[in-house]
């Protein structure tokens, strides 16, 4: 499955299932893929652990310093380039840099190479790179979030025509000559292949699609208490509304309520049969809930006005309108980078709850999130000056390579240094360097730095309660792609269900309503994914 943009960016890191439904479904043929990872084994990268720095938080799904380091290592001893000039198509979820700029100067000085970025908007990224693949436009290196790829419902055929084998490249042993690629998972590694061929290169990044925040700082002086089930969630939402000073409970937080539900994140197991998300009775009970939320006015009525597109929450809750929202796992760290200079009371904090109060539940992700490929038919030696600058770019936080495209020209994208050691941004560099565009291309595993004294602590502890409470999913260590029929039925059900949750249309109208999904392409892709199941031996 994909859990979209994971990184909140990283809400970036986020995109999360909500996200991916955000834009209008891309109408593509295509029946549905599945390709099971253990099958893999022989098309994979040997997997080499980088042991060149040694971070304070070292997880599989994330590494941090507490303070940074004052010796950076280098884990690239020769400059990767040969002087090749390519161009590279990433989404971002923000203002595009400025170019050319100093920034880029200094990270193609150091890549010994050009890299010239397409940028495309993260939030239209599905809609904008499907006619770019049919047109066969595509860059030099391209990159594709997991949740846009299961829009695709033709992109194994696309695949094959556009992008590179990497096989011949990176298969078993000849890893070793990327370190910095061999270290990526294993598991990552076998997301990135299409059609029984290595065709990307994957960023890894298993953890929560997202997750629920509140404003410990207006908490604590309203004396307000963290909650630890529904009905407590919804009486401290009627604490915290007070619409004379402005002030809401909620902004959007549809996702962690599925979640908080105990929904399935897809599809479950239940008696042998396929049971999705949509029609089990815990998503009616999210949903009853949610609309319980917005009837008491309890959430911000501008996001009561607003679309899935055009979601006013992170601003709500970063100005104090709204105290309590979801968003990914990156939007914790953008907040606080966004917050400090003008607001430095500002504490935003996770809180991981269930509805019922009982033991955690998480929803599982897939061990990648964002795929990398190279175009077909490049000559040998640009494939490998490719490969080379990849491997520089997935060095990890505490090599000079990460802190050349992370932070750019001393100077001028960063001048001073935090209490922690950590390069600050310029407002220049917050324009230039700060949307780290390269990331998009390579990353062994994501880098976690102490945004607050408790950050790495906190997450490091959310991360331990989230690996150990992940849902038992039935398609784990499978790579599947939807029917596009069921891809296409997602947008009209989730615009029908928000109706139902704002007031629009009776509670009554949910079990219609998938149904219609059901008929539109659900049913469908249930056989699919049976047949799948079957295939692999789980029913």
């Not at 979209?4 to 995109?15: K, N, P, S």
Request: hydrophobic share 35%; proline share 8%; net charge neutral.
């Amino acid at each position: 499955m994909s859990s979209t943009t994971r990184r909140g960016f990283l809400t970036l890191a986020g995109v999360t299932l909500m996200s991916a439904a955000c834009s209008q479904p891309v109408a593509r043929k295509g029946t549905g893929k599945a390709e099971a990872v253990d099958k893999l084994a022989q098309l994979l990268p040997k997997h080499i652990p980088y042991k060149g720095v040694t971070p304070d938080v070292n997880t599989p799904i994330a590494i941090g310093f507490n303070t940074y380091p004052k010796n950076l290592v280098k884990a690239v001893p020769q400059t990767p380039g040969a002087g090749g000039s390519y161009t590279a198509i990433t989404p971002l979820w923000g203002p595009p840099p400025p170019s050319p700029n100093p920034y880029y100067d200094l990270v193609n000085k150091s890549l010994g190479a050009t890299v010239k970025f397409q940028i495309i908007d993260g939030n239209s990224f599905a809609d904008k790179i499907a006619p770019i693949l049919a047109a066969g436009n595509v860059g030099d290196l391209t990159a594709i979030p997991a949740f846009v790829l299961q829009k695709l419902g033709d992109f194994n055929r696309q695949a094959d025509k556009l992008f590179l084998d990497l096989g011949p490249y990176l298969s078993g042993d000849k890893s070793a000559q990327y370190p910095m690629l061999a270290a990526i998972s294993e598991e990552a590694w076998a997301f990135g292949v299409w059609n029984g061929k290595l065709m990307s290169v994957p960023h890894p990044g298993q953890g929560p699609a997202r997750m629920t925040y509140y404003r410990k700082d207006i908490f604590d002086t309203l004396g307000a208490k963290l909650w630890n089930n529904a009905d407590e969630l919804f009486e401290l939402g009627k604490q915290l509304t007070d619409k004379s000073k402005k002030r809401w409970a909620f902004a959007t937080l549809h996702q962690e309520i599925e979640r908080a539900f105990r929904v399935p994140s897809k599809w479950r197991l239940a008696n042998g049969k396929l049971e999705h998300k949509y029609e089990t009775k815990e998503y009616a009970d999210a949903v009853a809930f949610m609309r319980k939320l917005f009837e008491a006015e309890l959430v911000h009525p501008r996001v009561v006005a607003a679309g899935s597109a055009n979601d006013p929450s992170k601003e709500l809750f970063e100005g104090g309108q709204a105290l309590i929202f979801d968003d990914g796992t990156g939007a914790w760290h953008e907040a606080i980078s966004r917050q400090a200079p003008v607001n430095p009371a500002f504490n935003m904090q996770p809180h991981n709850w269930t509805a019922d109060g009982g033991k955690p539940y998480g929803w599982y992700s897939d061990p990648a999130w964002m795929f990398v490929f190279l175009k077909k038919d490049l000559p040998k030696e640009k494939v490998e000056e490719l490969l080379r600058i990849l491997n520089w770019l997935a060095a990890p936080i505490g090599t000079q390579e990460y802190h050349t495209w992370k932070y750019g020209v001393e100077g001028t994208d960063w001048k001073d240094k935090d209490a922690n050691g950590f390069p600050v941004y310029t407002k220049k560099g917050q324009q230039e360097a700060q949307p780290a565009t390269y990331f998009f291309l390579a990353n062994q595993v994501e880098p976690m730095a102490p945004y607050t004294p408790d950050y790495i602590k906190t997450y490091g502890d959310y991360l331990d309660v989230w690996s150990q409470s992940v849902e038992d999913y039935p398609f784990k260590g499978l790579r599947t792609q939807d029917p596009s029929r069921m891809a296409a039925a997602q947008q009209p059900l989730e615009d029908k269900v928000l109706d139902i949750v704002k007031g629009r249309r009776p509670l009554s109208d949910l079990s219609t309503v998938v149904q219609q999904w059901r008929d539109a392409g659900g049913e469908e892709a249930r056989t699919f994914y049976t047949k799948v199941l079957k295939d692999n031996g789980r029913i």
